[in-house]
């Protein structure tokens, strides 16, 4: 069965940290790209980070660049966002996301969310 579960959100205080976690199964994980979104109660879902398959190569939002750092062990087939100075505007629900290859189709395989809120 593919699914990814993500871990890690709670609530912070401003200028605090959390690391979430995305652990995948179901698929050859070290062969594809994973990504974080999130979505903000009444916006749209928007894309945060991406990592490619090797790790090689990174992506972030412009709202989260020199805060938020993707990585990924496929060893342990889990892929993590370290998120520091975390500000207000950053709460949202977070999800993990991988597209893959099932036969001709692509496929978009979406975690459950974990809740990540920032207040004082």
């Known amino acids: 069965q593919v699914q990814l579960v993500e871990s890690g959100g709670g609530l912070v205080q401003p200028g605090g940290s959390l690391r979430l976690s995305c652990a995948a199964s179901?698929?050859?994980?070290?062969?594809?790209?994973m990504s974080w979104y999130r979505q903000a109660p009444g916006k749209e879902r928007e894309l945060v980070a991406a990592?490619?398959?090797?790790?090689?190569?990174?992506n972030y939002a412009d709202s989260v660049k020199g805060r938020f750092t993707i990585s990924r062990d496929n060893a342990k087939k889990t892929v993590y966002l370290q998120m520091n100075s975390l500000k207000p505007e950053d709460t949202a629900v977070y999800y993990c996301?991988?597209?893959?290859?099932?036969?001709?189709?692509?496929?978009?395989?979406w975690g459950q969310g974990t809740q990540v809120t920032v207040s004082s």
């Open positions: 179901g698929f050859t994980f070290s062969s594809y790209t």
């Open positions: 996301n991988a597209e893959i290859r099932v036969g001709a189709a692509n496929i978009d395989v």
């Open positions: 990592i490619t398959s090797t790790g090689g190569s990174t």
